[in-house]
């Protein structure tokens, strides 16, 4: 199947950037979509972008649009999240998904914890 491990979480400041990675392995061919989660304390988990493997386009949220930048490599199989002008509302634990060959995100990753302090 799928493994998605997450990394580059940490704490900065608000008005700060961090990049979070997602790399993935197994078969990855069957995957036609990856996203980005979070989840902080006492919330809902809310998706914050996805991107195609191939055709399709890219999402993000309202509330990132224009300070957050998915991206992936190929050949890697390697996602990632630039994330510019972090807030404190940012602050949250952060999940890399996949989709099957359906629009479903069944694969997940253990999470990375970002914190924005203010």
């Known amino acids: 199947q799928v493994q998605l491990k997450e990394s580059g979480g940490g704490l900065v400041q608000a008005g700060g950037s961090l990049r979070l990675s997602c790399a993935s392995s197994?078969?990855?061919?069957?995957?036609?979509?990856m996203g980005w989660f979070r989840q902080a304390p006492g919330k809902e988990r809310e998706s914050v972008s996805s991107?195609?493997?191939?055709?399709?386009?890219?999402y993000y949220a309202d509330s990132v649009k224009g300070r957050f930048t998915i991206s992936r490599d190929d050949a890697k199989r390697t996602v990632y999240l630039q994330m510019n002008s972090l807030k404190p509302e940012d602050t949250a634990v952060y999940y890399c998904?996949?989709?099957?060959?359906?629009?479903?995100?069944?694969?997940w990753g253990q999470g990375t914890q970002v914190t924005v302090s203010s």
């Open positions: 998904a996949a989709t099957g060959t359906s629009n479903t995100y069944i694969y």
């Open positions: 991107i195609p493997w191939s055709t399709g386009n890219i």
């Open positions: 197994g078969r990855t061919f069957s995957s036609n979509r």
